[in-house]
């Protein structure tokens, strides 16, 4: 085949004839976010449209692309790397995904890509449609709130005898990949697990086989897939004044793990007392404020009308608003029962639960007590928030970095193994 | 001849894959359901697994998993149903069927659904009940069908037949689709003019895709005939799902021997032997109507072996049922459904003219394009150029429903300006127009003097058309409109692609905040840009055009959403309904 010269972003590169742009540009060491892109696929199946990208002028998925001689391609405008984080938040506000609860969480494509574009939380409302998880086959589990429709197994996985075990079923927002139990039940073993590797997400599960790894040694939890992987604060305040900040914490609906995260720096921690003195917090246990504070930092989210006014209390009185954690960003685990109506979350703990007596229990409800919301709001539905730190729970360093950036502008440099949303 | 009875006419050329459509629209009319016997029958017969059949039932919305019951009604939901009283027709069918809206009565004798636009905006509220038509609808005349229905009568006898409303039509004899039509007169001068005079005489006249894309038809036709297979197709798209559109049922209602016509000379032309049309499931009342007129076609030679007396040139036609899925109006969506498969329109890696039905070189055009073909080669390009303006010769029919005296069909020449077209059909104070369906454009009344046209579509002047003009007065919630469309995409996206399926899931649960009155300009300003993303990013023409109006009407209307929205927020709070949120735990105070 013959070498074609192409051009991405005014640069002149070379590559085979006929090769998959994704590919190409990567060879060249320039990198296009993809997640349905699956090599052997032909045609690919340009679902996800994560790898948008301007071709000679025109919006296109770069994997349905190949590469012609002349070819002019943009990728790396302000416009189009917002577009791509647009698509890869769009399916995170889509599905219900829950990273520290998922077989798939290290491991995870989609997971992956929110750390290579930097998302740390989605600018669209989070659907929270109610999927089942479908137990029925023999060997595996579908996790209908994990899948984004990618297409991959629908295409590759066949029986022996050439027949479909997985198909997409409905359509519009009721779109999902079905499986065909009486097909599943003939793949092998191997097949099996090769489903569910394939699966870019934690939607394809077989049962009693584990990815698990330790943290650390998981697909995409130590090294970036570009070559200069940079956060940065844009909007970071220009401070030089090393003068002592005051903080203040708080958990709403949250586990107090951010918490224990926070204070998860070793001797550091010593430093960081000689920099700040902390307000109203669990850490020195002061219930209200006593002053207007530097920086204000929650971990959970609102479920009941008490977080609320906590939140509120918080805007007012902290310059800096910062939440961490998934909890306080979009609801996290406590969001779980977002896809379920109140009164049956309600019903199946106080009065249909295992050891509850007929008749003898009631839900609490009593002036003196919070009102419990119909579904847990992220903080920023609340009240406008400054600055997030994604996570469950965030790494400290993450945490601490931030929070220096943003008190005494120290510059920040985030390393990709520090951005994790387990 | 009852719907029930349509045969299974598949080429001897086809695969048996085809007919699966056909298969499930038998169990579905026969069982109204199809059921999980009928699945596992198809999936033996056509050696698949039963997934994949269960993938493309589930695809159609006409075909049901439950039994849907022995009347099947479908209220049509879009936006010109709702201006005519919808919600009371609904309640009324609600309360004479004893079924609620998507389910089947205790005793499964009436299922009540919801389907967007059945293609009777123009005599609305309409319905179908077993598929059948019924217009007009008012609180009394539901109660008297549900009435015969139950004394045993059944909807074929007692269904309305639509009019076809043609209300205007180039004065002076310049109609080009209403002027008198005599089989086989445009097949007669093929003979005389061979292939390279029928596209000759396409682009002399610069006909152009009805369908709305406006595509040079002499290209798509030149490009299909260049490739050298031995089997081509002719597809005529008779899936006119736009709501608010309706002049292919008109064209199919009122000479369905002009639309055949164009099929044939395009078969001429290309070289192919084969059309296929496929018509929307909401028109398979008109099934009858085009199964009678191919008949006459066959007696007169005009179908068949040597058509029209032209040595070794056989052309059969025949009719394919879609099933309730607006996405199957995009060709290649089409072309996937015909294959008897779920209606998920292909990436662009080959045009249909090249790689279409079953792979093989396809023309695919609508119903529209096809008849004004056969008119175009009746009268000649010389007289068809006198009609329209420079650039964008011809008429064009437009459907015309809304806040109008004379919703129907009008014939309007390239170059009519919406003033005129708003005068000549009794627009009553509009105030929003949204031309072309949901997908389209949406102007301002201030915008009365642009052209119609199919010049350039960027031009601010001229405005291109499809087919139809939605008229809304200034009394009419554009929020709730824009609600209407956004709705009508969630459903009737293919599912495929992340920025359709997600993009107008949340596009609608944002509008629902400027219902609710929490929305401030913020809000405004993301949906305007949500709404790029998707244009930019979606696979094919239904995500890329779903956010038109959303983006058009906040440009163009600005005013209007200035005065109803407060400007941007810029406090530390978010408007939050606290007592909603709260409401459903108060229902536990002892």
């Given at each position: 085949?013959?070498?074609?010269?192409?051009?991405?972003?005014?640069?002149?590169?070379?590559?085979?004839?006929g090769?998959?742009?994704?590919?190409?540009?990567?060879?060249?060491?320039?990198?296009?976010?993809?997640l349905?892109y699956?090599?052997?696929?032909?045609?690919?199946?340009?679902t996800?449209?994560?790898?948008?990208?301007?071709?000679?002028?025109?919006?296109?998925?770069?994997c349905?692309?190949?590469?012609?001689?002349?070819?002019?391609?943009e990728?790396?405008?302000p416009?189009?790397?917002?577009?791509r984080k647009?698509?890869?938040?769009?399916?995170?506000?889509e599905?219900?995904?829950?990273?520290p609860a998922?077989?798939?969480?290290?491991?995870?494509?989609?997971?992956?890509?929110?750390?290579e574009l930097?998302v740390?939380?989605?600018?669209?409302?989070?659907?929270?449609?109610?999927?089942?998880?479908?137990?029925?086959p023999?060997?595996?589990?579908m996790?209908?709130?994990?899948?984004?429709?990618?297409?991959?197994?629908?295409?590759?996985?066949?029986?022996?005898?050439?027949?479909?075990?997985?198909m997409?079923?409905?359509r519009?927002?009721?779109?999902?990949?079905g499986?065909?139990?009486?097909q599943?039940?003939?793949?092998?073993e191997?097949?099996?697990?090769?489903?569910?590797?394939?699966?870019?997400?934690?939607?394809i599960?077989?049962?009693?086989?584990?990815?698990s790894?330790?943290?650390?040694?998981?697909?995409?939890?130590?090294?970036?897939?570009q070559?200069?992987?940079?956060?940065?604060?844009?909007?970071?305040p220009?401070v030089?004044?090393?003068?002592k900040?005051?903080?203040a914490?708080?958990?709403?609906a949250?586990?107090?793990?951010?918490?224990m995260?926070?204070?998860?720096?070793?001797?550091d921690?010593l430093?960081?007392?000689?920099?700040?003195s902390f307000?109203?917090?669990?850490l020195?246990?002061?219930?209200?404020f006593?002053?207007?504070?530097?920086l204000?930092?929650v971990?959970?989210?609102?479920c009941?009308?008490e977080?609320?006014e906590?939140?509120?209390k918080?805007r007012?009185?902290?310059?800096?608003?910062?939440?961490?954690?998934e909890?306080?960003?979009?609801?996290?685990l406590?969001?779980?029962?977002n896809?379920?109506?109140?009164?049956?979350?309600?019903?199946?703990?106080?009065?249909?639960s295992?050891?509850s007596?007929?008749?003898?229990n009631?839900v609490?409800?009593?002036?003196?007590?919070?009102?419990?919301?119909?579904?847990v709001?992220?903080?920023n539905?609340?009240v406008?928030?400054?600055?997030t730190?994604?996570?469950?729970?965030?790494?400290?360093?993450?945490?601490?970095k931030?929070?220096?950036s943003?008190?005494?502008g120290?510059?920040?440099?985030?390393?990709?193994?520090?951005?994790?949303?387990? | 001849m009852?719907?029930?009875s349509?045969q299974?006419?598949?080429?001897s050329?086809?695969?048996?894959?085809?007919?699966?459509?056909?298969e499930?629209?038998?169990?579905?009319l026969q069982h109204?359901?199809?059921?999980?016997e009928?699945?596992k029958?198809?999936?033996?017969?056509?050696?698949?697994?039963?997934?994949?059949?269960?993938?493309?039932?589930?695809?159609y919305?006409?075909?049901?998993?439950?039994?849907a019951?022995?009347?099947?009604?479908y209220?049509?939901?879009?936006?010109?149903?709702?201006?005519?009283?919808?919600?009371r027709?609904k309640?009324?069918f609600?309360?004479?069927?004893g079924a609620?809206?998507?389910?089947?009565?205790?005793?499964g004798?009436?299922?009540?659904?919801?389907?967007?636009?059945?293609g009777?905006?123009?005599?609305?509220?309409?319905?179908?009940?077993?598929?059948?038509p019924f217009t007009?609808?008012?609180a009394?005349?539901?109660?008297?069908?549900i009435?015969k229905?139950?004394?045993?009568?059944?909807?074929e006898?007692?269904?309305?037949?639509?009019?076809?409303?043609?209300?205007?039509?180039?004065?002076n004899?310049?109609?080009?689709?209403?002027?008198?039509?005599s089989q086989g007169?445009?097949?007669?001068?093929l003979?005389?003019?061979?292939?390279d005079?029928?596209?000759?005489?396409?682009?002399?006249?610069?006909l152009?895709?009805?369908?709305?894309?406006f595509f040079?038809t002499?290209?798509k036709?030149?490009?299909?005939?260049?490739?050298?297979?031995?089997?081509?197709?002719?597809?005529?798209?008779?899936?006119?799902?736009?709501?608010?559109?309706?002049?292919?049922?008109?064209?199919?209602?009122n000479?369905?021997?002009?639309?055949l016509?164009g099929?044939i000379i395009a078969?001429?032309?290309?070289g192919?032997?084969?059309?296929?049309?496929?018509?929307?499931?909401?028109?398979?009342?008109?099934?009858?109507?085009l199964?009678?007129?191919?008949?006459?076609?066959?007696?007169?030679?005009l179908?068949?072996q040597?058509v029209?007396?032209?040595?070794?040139?056989?052309?059969?036609?025949?009719?394919?049922?879609?099933?309730?899925?607006?996405?199957?109006?995009?060709?290649t969506?089409l072309?996937?459904?015909?294959?008897?498969?779920?209606?998920?329109?292909r990436?662009?890696?080959?045009?249909?003219?090249?790689?279409?039905?079953?792979?093989?070189?396809?023309?695919?055009?609508?119903?529209?394009?096809?008849?004004a073909?056969?008119?175009l080669?009746?009268?000649?390009?010389?007289?068809?150029l006198?009609?329209?303006?420079?650039g964008?010769?011809g008429?064009?029919?437009i459907?015309?429903?809304?806040?109008?005296?004379?919703p129907?069909?009008?014939?309007?020449?390239?170059?009519?300006?919406?003033?005129?077209l708003?005068?000549?059909?009794?627009a009553?104070?509009?105030?929003?127009?949204?031309?072309?369906?949901?997908?389209?454009?949406?102007i301002?009344?201030?915008?009365k003097?642009?052209?119609?046209s199919?010049?350039?579509?960027?031009?601010?002047?001229?405005?291109?058309?499809?087919?139809?003009?939605m008229?809304?007065?200034?009394?009419r919630?554009?929020?709730h409109?824009?609600?209407?469309?956004?709705?009508f995409f969630?459903?009737?996206?293919?599912?495929?692609c992340?920025?359709?399926?997600a993009?107008?899931f949340i596009?609608?649960?944002?509008?629902?905040?400027?219902?609710?009155?929490?929305?401030d300009?913020?809000?405004?300003?993301?949906?305007?840009?949500?709404g790029?993303?998707?244009?930019?990013?979606?696979?094919?023409g239904?995500?890329?055009?779903?956010?038109?109006?959303?983006?058009?009407?906040?440009?163009?209307?600005?005013?209007?959403?200035?005065a109803?929205?407060?400007?941007?927020d810029?406090?530390?709070?978010?408007?939050f309904?606290?007592?909603?949120a709260?409401?459903?735990y108060?229902h536990?105070?002892p």
């Amino acid at each position: 085949m013959a070498t074609c010269t192409f051009w991405i972003d005014g640069k002149k590169y070379e590559a085979e004839e006929g090769s998959n742009l994704v590919d190409a540009a990567k060879e060249n060491g320039v990198f296009i976010p993809s997640l349905c892109y699956f090599k052997h696929i032909d045609p690919p199946l340009g679902t996800c449209r994560t790898c948008t990208c301007k071709i000679n002028g025109r919006y296109n998925p770069a994997c349905t692309e190949s590469i012609k001689e002349g070819l002019k391609v943009e990728v790396n405008t302000p416009e189009l790397v917002d577009m791509r984080k647009a698509l890869v938040e769009m399916m995170f506000a889509e599905g219900n995904h829950f990273c520290p609860a998922c077989e798939k969480s290290g491991n995870c494509d989609l997971q992956h890509m929110g750390y290579e574009l930097k998302v740390s939380t989605t600018r669209f409302p989070h659907l929270f449609k109610d999927r089942l998880i479908d137990y029925m086959p023999k060997r595996m589990v579908m996790e209908h709130n994990r899948c984004i429709k990618c297409r991959r197994c629908v295409e590759e996985v066949f029986t022996s005898d050439g027949k479909r075990v997985f198909m997409y079923i409905n359509r519009g927002n009721e779109t999902q990949v079905g499986i065909d139990y009486a097909q599943e039940a003939k793949l092998s073993e191997s097949e099996a697990e090769n489903a569910m590797k394939m699966c870019p997400t934690g939607a394809i599960i077989v049962r009693g086989k584990s990815l698990s790894k330790p943290f650390g040694d998981r697909a995409f939890d130590m090294e970036s897939s570009q070559k200069h992987y940079r956060h940065t604060i844009t909007d970071k305040p220009k401070v030089a004044n090393f003068e002592k900040k005051t903080i203040a914490t708080v958990s709403l609906a949250g586990c107090f793990g951010c918490h224990m995260s926070m204070l998860d720096i070793d001797t550091d921690i010593l430093d960081i007392a000689e920099l700040v003195s902390f307000n109203k917090s669990p850490l020195t246990d002061i219930k209200t404020f006593t002053q207007r504070c530097h920086l204000g930092i929650v971990e959970g989210g609102c479920c009941n009308t008490e977080n609320i006014e906590t939140l509120k209390k918080f805007r007012e009185m902290c310059d800096i608003l910062v939440v961490m954690g998934e909890c306080a960003i979009w609801g996290g685990l406590p969001a779980m029962r977002n896809t379920i109506p109140l009164g049956e979350c309600l019903e199946e703990a106080y009065l249909n639960s295992v050891t509850s007596e007929k008749g003898e229990n009631t839900v609490p409800y009593h002036d003196d007590l919070p009102k419990i919301l119909d579904r847990v709001y992220g903080c920023n539905e609340i009240v406008k928030v400054d600055y997030t730190i994604p996570g469950c729970p965030p790494s400290p360093n993450h945490i601490w970095k931030v929070v220096k950036s943003l008190l005494w502008g120290e510059d920040y440099s985030l390393l990709y193994s520090e951005f994790k949303y387990d | 001849m009852s719907i029930l009875s349509e045969q299974n006419k598949m080429f001897s050329v086809e695969p048996a894959r085809s007919a699966l459509l056909s298969e499930l629209w038998q169990q579905q009319l026969q069982h109204n359901h199809i059921s999980e016997e009928s699945i596992k029958d198809l999936a033996t017969q056509h050696q698949l697994s039963e997934i994949e059949i269960e993938g493309v039932a589930s695809f159609y919305h006409f075909f049901h998993r439950q039994p849907a019951g022995k009347h099947t009604i479908y209220i049509n939901n879009s936006i010109l149903s709702e201006l005519k009283g919808y919600a009371r027709i609904k309640e009324t069918f609600e309360r004479e069927t004893g079924a609620h809206i998507n389910s089947t009565d205790p005793s499964g004798t009436f299922g009540l659904f919801e389907t967007p636009c059945i293609g009777l905006s123009d005599q609305e509220p309409a319905a179908l009940i077993d598929f059948y038509p019924f217009t007009n609808l008012n609180a009394l005349k539901v109660k008297e069908i549900i009435q015969k229905l139950k004394q045993g009568k059944t909807a074929e006898e007692i269904c309305d037949t639509p009019q076809d409303n043609i209300r205007y039509t180039p004065a002076n004899n310049r109609t080009i689709f209403f002027a008198p039509y005599s089989q086989g007169e445009a097949i007669n001068k093929l003979s005389g003019l061979r292939p390279d005079g029928v596209i000759e005489q396409l682009r002399i006249a610069e006909l152009a895709g009805r369908g709305g894309a406006f595509f040079p038809t002499w290209k798509k036709w030149d490009a299909c005939r260049s490739f050298k297979e031995p089997l081509k197709f002719i597809v005529c798209n008779a899936d006119e799902g736009e709501p608010g559109t309706f002049k292919d049922r008109v064209l199919l209602n009122n000479q369905p021997g002009s639309v055949l016509e164009g099929m044939i000379i395009a078969g001429y032309t290309v070289g192919a032997s084969y059309g296929i049309i496929y018509l929307r499931g909401e028109y398979r009342w008109l099934v009858n109507k085009l199964e009678t007129e191919i008949q006459a076609f066959q007696e007169k030679g005009l179908l068949g072996q040597h058509v029209g007396g032209i040595k070794d040139f056989n052309f059969e036609i025949r009719v394919e049922v879609g099933a309730g899925a607006y996405v199957c109006g995009e060709e290649t969506a089409l072309l996937e459904s015909l294959e008897g498969k779920r209606g998920e329109p292909r990436t662009k890696w080959f045009y249909p003219v090249e790689k279409g039905y079953l792979q093989l070189p396809t023309v695919v055009n609508n119903v529209e394009t096809f008849a004004a073909v056969t008119r175009l080669l009746q009268m000649g390009s010389f007289e068809y150029l006198k009609r329209g303006i420079p650039g964008s010769p011809g008429t064009k029919l437009i459907s015309v429903a809304g806040d109008c005296k004379f919703p129907g069909i009008y014939e309007i020449e390239w170059g009519m300006t919406v003033a005129e077209l708003l005068d000549q059909c009794g627009a009553e104070d509009p105030f929003f127009i949204q031309v072309s369906g949901p997908s389209g454009e949406s102007i301002s009344a201030k915008e009365k003097y642009r052209r119609i046209s199919m010049l350039d579509l960027m031009a601010q002047k001229d405005i291109r058309c499809g087919g139809s003009f939605m008229i809304f007065n200034s009394h009419r919630d554009l929020v709730h409109i824009l609600m209407n469309f956004s709705e009508f995409f969630k459903h009737e996206s293919c599912g495929v692609c992340t920025p359709c399926r997600a993009g107008n899931f949340i596009i609608e649960r944002k509008l629902e905040r400027l219902n609710n009155g929490l929305a401030d300009m913020n809000d405004l300003k993301e949906l305007k840009s949500w709404g790029y993303i998707m244009k930019a990013t979606s696979r094919c023409g239904l995500g890329k055009t779903a956010s038109n109006a959303i983006i058009q009407s906040l440009e163009k209307f600005d005013d209007y959403f200035k005065a109803r929205f407060s400007a941007t927020d810029n406090s530390t709070y978010r408007k939050f309904d606290h007592s909603s949120a709260v409401e459903e735990y108060e229902h536990y105070k002892p």
